[in-house]
Protein backbone atom coordinates (compact mmCIF):
# COMPACT_ATOMS: atom_id res chain seq x y z
CA UNK A 1 0.00 0.00 0.00
CA UNK A 2 1.32 3.55 -1.02
CA UNK A 3 2.24 6.20 1.87
CA UNK A 4 1.50 9.55 1.33
CA UNK A 5 2.83 12.73 3.03
CA UNK A 6 2.03 16.49 2.10
CA UNK A 7 4.04 19.66 3.08
CA UNK A 8 3.93 23.39 1.91
CA UNK A 9 1.44 24.28 3.45
CA UNK A 10 1.74 27.46 6.19
CA UNK A 11 0.09 31.06 6.45
CA UNK A 12 0.36 33.67 3.38
CA UNK A 13 -1.33 37.05 2.37
CA UNK A 14 -4.66 37.04 -0.23
CA UNK A 15 -2.69 36.99 -3.13
CA UNK A 16 0.13 35.00 -2.22
CA UNK A 17 1.37 31.49 -3.52
CA UNK A 18 1.93 28.47 -2.17
CA UNK A 19 3.27 25.13 -3.57
CA UNK A 20 2.16 21.99 -1.78
CA UNK A 21 4.25 18.88 -2.25
CA UNK A 22 2.97 15.15 -1.82
CA UNK A 23 5.15 12.65 -1.19
CA UNK A 24 4.63 8.77 -2.15
CA UNK A 25 6.26 5.40 -0.37
CA UNK A 26 6.02 1.92 -0.36
CA UNK A 27 4.62 1.67 -4.04
CA UNK A 28 5.44 4.01 -7.15
CA UNK A 29 2.59 6.40 -7.83
CA UNK A 30 3.16 5.22 -11.70
CA UNK A 31 -0.22 2.90 -11.71
CA UNK A 32 -1.97 6.01 -9.74
CA UNK A 33 -4.58 8.69 -10.66
CA UNK A 34 -3.96 11.50 -7.97
CA UNK A 35 -5.92 13.84 -6.74
CA UNK A 36 -5.57 16.90 -4.19
CA UNK A 37 -8.85 17.61 -1.93
CA UNK A 38 -9.13 20.21 0.98
CA UNK A 39 -11.59 20.62 3.94
CA UNK A 40 -12.36 23.78 5.36
CA UNK A 41 -13.67 23.58 9.09
CA UNK A 42 -17.14 22.78 9.16
CA UNK A 43 -17.27 21.88 5.76
CA UNK A 44 -17.37 18.61 3.77
CA UNK A 45 -14.12 17.79 1.57
CA UNK A 46 -13.98 18.92 -1.76
CA UNK A 47 -12.28 18.07 -4.73
CA UNK A 48 -9.28 20.36 -5.80
CA UNK A 49 -7.62 18.95 -8.52
CA UNK A 50 -6.75 15.78 -10.32
CA UNK A 51 -4.17 13.86 -12.71
CA UNK A 52 -3.96 10.82 -14.52
CA UNK A 53 -1.21 8.62 -13.98
CA UNK A 54 1.07 9.91 -17.02
CA UNK A 55 0.22 13.66 -16.41
CA UNK A 56 -2.33 13.69 -19.79
CA UNK A 57 -5.43 14.59 -18.31
CA UNK A 58 -5.97 17.24 -15.49
CA UNK A 59 -9.07 18.19 -13.64
CA UNK A 60 -10.06 21.39 -11.37
CA UNK A 61 -12.94 22.46 -9.20
CA UNK A 62 -14.06 25.46 -10.56
CA UNK A 63 -13.39 27.48 -7.40
CA UNK A 64 -9.50 27.15 -8.34
CA UNK A 65 -9.45 26.57 -11.78
CA UNK A 66 -6.95 29.64 -13.42
CA UNK A 67 -5.28 29.84 -10.27
CA UNK A 68 -4.05 26.02 -9.27
CA UNK A 69 -2.13 23.58 -11.21
CA UNK A 70 -1.52 19.88 -10.69
CA UNK A 71 1.94 18.27 -11.73
CA UNK A 72 3.86 15.06 -10.83
CA UNK A 73 6.88 13.43 -11.27
CA UNK A 74 6.46 9.63 -11.33
CA UNK A 75 10.32 9.48 -11.57
CA UNK A 76 10.76 11.15 -8.21
CA UNK A 77 7.03 9.49 -6.68
CA UNK A 78 5.61 12.90 -6.07
CA UNK A 79 2.71 15.17 -6.94
CA UNK A 80 2.68 19.10 -6.39
CA UNK A 81 -0.42 21.42 -6.34
CA UNK A 82 0.94 25.10 -7.26
CA UNK A 83 -1.26 27.28 -5.73
CA UNK A 84 -1.60 31.23 -7.09
CA UNK A 85 -3.79 34.53 -6.48
CA UNK A 86 -4.92 32.36 -3.15
CA UNK A 87 -8.08 33.79 -1.43
CA UNK A 88 -8.93 33.39 2.31
CA UNK A 89 -11.43 30.84 1.03
CA UNK A 90 -8.91 28.94 -0.28
CA UNK A 91 -7.94 28.46 3.75
CA UNK A 92 -8.25 24.29 4.63
CA UNK A 93 -6.54 21.21 5.00
CA UNK A 94 -5.15 20.23 2.00
CA UNK A 95 -5.11 16.43 1.67
CA UNK A 96 -3.11 14.12 -0.92
CA UNK A 97 -4.81 10.99 -2.64
CA UNK A 98 -4.62 8.71 -4.56
CA UNK A 99 -7.79 8.24 -6.82
CA UNK A 100 -10.38 5.27 -7.20
CA UNK A 101 -11.85 7.02 -9.49
CA UNK A 102 -10.85 9.93 -11.67
CA UNK A 103 -14.27 10.70 -13.57
CA UNK A 104 -15.90 11.23 -10.09
CA UNK A 105 -12.89 12.37 -8.22
CA UNK A 106 -12.94 9.78 -5.23
CA UNK A 107 -9.98 9.19 -3.29
CA UNK A 108 -8.75 5.84 -1.71
CA UNK A 109 -5.73 6.20 -0.38
CA UNK A 110 -4.97 9.88 1.73
CA UNK A 111 -2.41 11.43 3.29
CA UNK A 112 -2.49 13.50 6.75
CA UNK A 113 -2.79 16.93 5.27
CA UNK A 114 -1.57 20.29 5.20
CA UNK A 115 -2.73 23.13 6.59
CA UNK A 116 -3.03 25.99 4.38
CA UNK A 117 -4.38 29.23 5.95
CA UNK A 118 -4.75 32.35 3.75
CA UNK A 119 -5.43 36.19 5.54
CA UNK A 120 -6.79 38.90 3.89
Known amino acids: QVQLVESGGGLVQAGGSLRLSCAAS????????MGWFRQAPGKEREFVAT????????DYGDSVKGRFTISRDNAKNMVWLQMNSLKPEDTAVYYC?????????????WGQGTQVTVSS
Open 26 to 33: GRTLSIYD
Open 51 to 58: IVWNGANR
Open 97 to 109: ATLRNYRFHIGDS
